[in-house]
């Protein structure tokens, strides 16, 4: 074998050690993806039409990227980001040929260098210099029939992709491609409340309001709760296996009826304040694994983030623009509350995901270590990259092993680096079990188990698919 | 020498680097063991029975090992937990031979193997397949006398095994075994008084009622303060050479004895608030470290773990029931009054041990490497692993060195795992050294003193052995 | 090439891997060195004195080397240090050398090996029987014209040196040196104002005094902030390039000017309480990034370390005697006033240094991977050391790439080890580069040209040099 290749990308330099992630690889290099938690539009798939350009293909859209260009100097209008962008996408494109060494040792370097080598046969680095002949190259292929969406879908080999939905959407998109017999991927719609469950969201009250009024039900925290159980079942009825949560911190705590009924009443009606507004919020998070014990609808806690840190950009540009960032996240007291009326229910199952990679070792893999209901999300966001998987790998599985934890979960709106992403896990994977496998701490046959399960039978059983 | 074997496990996989390590870890491979901290119970010793069987050796009695079976859907009950367990050993042991794989990639996986293989010369994997015949073939050999626990003492070529034992214990079977001409080896209590210390802690009123008439103190704080000191004396006349401090966090205060007294009569009569509470027992682990500088026995301090997390396993299982989740933990703020009246006092020895590995290069290392009392405990519980323990050199060595350090503690109830865990430690910290040495850090000669001094200069040096 | 040598150093082991990152090394090995931030007294440069011995050179000023002696059991005066100090220096030597085996493994014992040998040609480990003869030997060296500060600045090629100034200080060294023609070096003052800006620093009212009358100011918050101002502009006139702020924690808060003249004249008058005093601290913080976008001085924050933690060591010996310690740090919720206001203001650069390791990923690399302002600081103090630089571009690199990372910071006192921690540096950086080369994740012209920059074109963007 060559010494380096990308083929063996990703691989690790020792040969014997090479030569065994290489065999674990071969076993799931081809296997199809399962995709169940992300945020591609299932509209571009029920339209089926074209993608525009490179630009809106491969950067506009794509927060890691825009927001690495604009630390590096280029403004956010420049890179058509915002409502009022009319940037030419040839000059998006050269922003960032021109500044390409500054991703190199990224996750989206890799990923960009994968869809370029894997789609558009382009090996060479993007430069100033050959910036326009890849524009051309590229734009080019989009226009092929092959390139168009559903093309792409078969051939990523995506068995399961699930959506990132509003609890309020008629979830048609859904049904559309459903019914559609020329479309045979499975495409699953996911809960997410946070907009309707954040006292401190803009627009809550008026968002409760058409909740509850589309629901039917009267304005009281139990019409609240039976609106949103409502549209739980109008999810779960088109397929949905999940409901996201994306909370600042996973603070969870039981109310009383009365207590709760109060402040559901100054939240809807903007007299809640911070403290107020956190009790409602951590009193939500534990109705929500309620009601996910009642319908089955998997819990995924994305938490840890604050949204939209630069004000003056968010208003400017709106939300997604790369100005979301970590804060330290604790999960062993947050969700005691949570976790001691329902941590052991039948049938419940809550994955955690965090960007603050130190609740791994510490906190994730023990809880998941013993609570049934309990999956270890993997590395989420910015711990999406070759180096964070297998930091957290061997954070988590000396205390919990591999079958605690969730599959891969690629969590993006780029529907071009799906397979480049989960490539990499694979192959991060395959490295991890080959050197347990060569220090004499997991056999080979029981490796190669691990290695098909972490993409197969892991996330069916995790996502209940 | 062979690609993968188990003499060379967890040694690194670099030829040049494993065969250094391999040197090193040939200096210390076959030393006595010097198990400081543990929670082996004395009796087994002395009373020297058989082990009743296969389930009741590897699996009930390790929490490690009922957890992760719990979680992946093993009720508690059918593994012989908690006070009314009746499950048959054979099917306990099946639920594990099942589960194997789930196991596979953790220091219990690595631990239990080890066992199979140098005890009971077993070296397939368990399975469902063969789960009777390893059943058989174990229990087996539990009825040979060289099985006993003493002969397995000896064969383990244990030099010193501290255990743990309540403030009130006393201590015959310390003296029995001491007396017991027929038994040489070092067997030495540890004074462990937390449920003496914690207001919060069940039973506490009585507890120390009880600690204060069986010393004949008043009950006052100067009397509690002598009782203590009065038991601390009793197990120094056993031989103990520590005590143990188990602690929600390190929290420390120095408080006047008016505060103290009045704090005191609070907690012991069930009327002190939480803030009160963790006053009460900030100030008490100052006054351990008093005590400590006056009668000698050295300090450790496990802290930072949320003991019982799951309050209705508590109820119907009890304690160690494998829901101990640890929390983050800060010492450079909380240690400081101690440090401060304490920390340059000649003579005084402190372990700090910690499940939030962040605090080992940010400030137990920088403690550590400035106070002469201070020294770094070995990885702890979670991060007993060879994963966390290499990231744990890698952690403190380059600011502390190895001469800081404590010296590998295996703080176990599982007293057959003891040899596997010394072994995992000194394997791991052999490819350590033999990276240091392969990257021109250290010198041959001086790693191998050091190889050595780990297993036996430093931890006789830290626990005054 | 040999298995283990000097020039081999810190490189990986695997030979592929190895070849390459020799290869990038090669490409910086002999750059000049870019300082833009360390302690060196320009005094030592103005007056080109011999050093005295080798204990003041190697030992006594190094307090990263007299905290492991002292922790060690050496007391601090018998090491040189503090105000009464008289001890023999042969005697400081042989503490070294007697303990050298406790540095083994540490940055320290690392950086005085490579002093030993490259400028002493002293290759055997310092030792107890070696003790007086290596202390002759490098004795003697000191007696020799090309061992005198000058000569070892050009022979270190030491391109810039920016030392750390007090903001009242005259600048008569710095200007003196530069006026000086038998002097080529570029020797730059920083500002940094710590103890004028923080409340509870000691005699700060008289010292706000001093600084606003020497600068002709009323006294008045407004006064305060023109004396700022006009120190500043004194730095700028004398070359500084940037203004260094030591901070507890990174906080920062923008205060109506009523609130500030409040807090201000309270701070001064020493009647400000805790609260009072973070407030203030956070403001002036917030008024220091201002005046940066102003007068275009480089802000580097150095937050997270409790100064002094032992009082009675400080009171006896005074600052920087070994027992600064870490404390867990947070940056994303603190330093958002500041950023909101200032993050994307044209030609500010702020450089974010931390001894939390656990805020590379969460927090650091996040935030300069969006705001343009903002640079990823080079590890720090207990983190500048191999395999804490090893953990620190694992963590930043996937998610910022280089190019928002500062380039090398030595940060010393210690005149004679700033080859040793730049080369250091260089060598760990091409290791880094050399792993991403040899797994397809970097190119090896663009990993070439990476190596280049990092001690180059980055330090210089960075720093505006």
């Given at each position: 074998m060559p010494k380096t290749s990308p083929e063996l990308a990703l691989l690790p330099t020792d040969p014997h050690v090479r030569d065994v992630a290489f065999d674990l690889y071969g076993e799931v290099a081809d296997a199809p993806i399962?995709?169940?938690?992300?945020?591609?539009?299932?509209?571009?798939?029920?339209?089926d039409e074209p993608f525009t350009d490179p630009a809106e293909l491969l950067i506009t859209k794509d927060h890691y990227v825009t927001r690495l260009l604009f630390a590096s100097g280029v403004p956010l209008a420049e890179l058509g980001v915002g409502p009022d962008a009319a940037a030419d996408p040839r000059e998006i494109w050269r922003a960032l040929a021109a500044n390409w060494h500054r991703f190199a040792g990224t996750a989206s370097a890799y990923w960009l260098g994968y869809e370029l080598r894997t789609l558009f046969d382009i090996s060479d680095e993007p430069s100033a210099d050959n910036s326009d002949d890849l524009y051309d190259r590229i734009s080019a292929r989009l226009h092929e029939s092959s390139f168009r969406p559903r093309a792409l879908f078969d051939r990523f080999a995506i068995e399961v992709l699930a959506t990132?939905?509003?609890?309020?959407?008629?979830?048609?998109?859904?049904?559309?491609?459903?019914?559609?017999?020329?479309f045979t991927g499975r495409v699953l719609p996911?809960?997410?409340?946070?907009?309707?469950l954040d006292p401190e969201a803009d627009g809550f009250g008026d968002r409760v309001q058409r909740l509850?009024?589309?629901?039917?039900?009267?304005t009281s925290f139990a019409g609240y709760l039976q609106?949103?159980?409502?549209?739980?079942?109008?999810?779960?009825?088109?397929?949905?296996?999940?409901?996201?949560?994306?909370?600042?911190?996973?603070?969870?705590?039981?109310?009383?009826?009365i207590a709760a009924q109060?402040?559901?009443?100054?939240?809807?009606?903007?007299?809640?304040?911070?403290?107020?507004?956190?009790?409602?919020?951590?009193?939500?998070?534990?109705?929500?694994?309620?009601?996910?014990?009642?319908?089955?609808?998997?819990?995924?806690?994305?938490?840890?983030?604050?949204?939209?840190?630069?004000?003056?950009?968010?208003?400017?540009?709106?939300?997604?623009?790369?100005?979301?960032?970590?804060?330290?996240t604790s999960y062993t007291e947050n969700l005691r509350p949570l976790l001691e009326s329902f941590g052991t229910a039948p049938g419940l199952h809550i994955v955690l995901f965090t960007v603050d990679e130190t609740s791994f070792s510490r906190e994730i893999a023990p809880l998941a270590g013993f609570y049934p209901s309990l999956y270890i999300g993997a590395p989420w966001w910015f711990l999406d990259a070759p180096d964070a998987i297998t930091r957290f790998r061997s954070a988590v599985t000396e205390t919990a092993g591999f079958y605690r934890s969730s599959g891969f979960i690629d969590d993006t709106r780029a529907f071009l680096s799906i397979p480049a992403r989960h490539d990499v896990s694979r192959r991060v994977d395959a490295s991890f079990l080959a050197r347990l496998v060569t220090e004499g701490r997991v056999s080979l046959p029981t490796a190669r188990r691990?290695?098909?399960?972490?993409?197969?039978?892991?996330?069916?059983?995790v996502f209940k698919l």
């Open positions: 399962i995709s169940p938690h992300g945020h591609v539009d299932p509209g571009i798939l029920l339209r990132t939905d509003d609890p309020l959407d008629d979830l048609a998109a859904h049904a559309a491609l459903a019914a559609d017999p020329s996911t809960f997410r409340p946070d907009a309707y509850i009024e589309t629901t039917g039900q009267p609106a949103l159980r409502t549209r739980r079942a109008h999810f779960v009825g088109h397929g949905a296996v999940s409901a996201d949560h994306g909370v600042y911190e996973p603070y969870t705590t039981d109310l009383d009826p109060t402040l559901f009443q100054a939240a809807r009606t903007g007299r809640l304040d911070a403290a107020g507004a956190r009790e409602f919020r951590g009193h939500m998070l534990y109705q929500m694994a309620k009601m996910s014990v009642d319908d089955g609808l998997v819990m995924t806690i994305h938490s840890g983030v604050r949204r939209n840190h630069h004000r003056p950009t968010f208003a400017a540009f709106g939300p997604d623009t790369g100005h979301d960032i970590p804060v330290r691990i290695a098909r399960d972490l993409v197969d039978a892991i996330p069916r059983e």
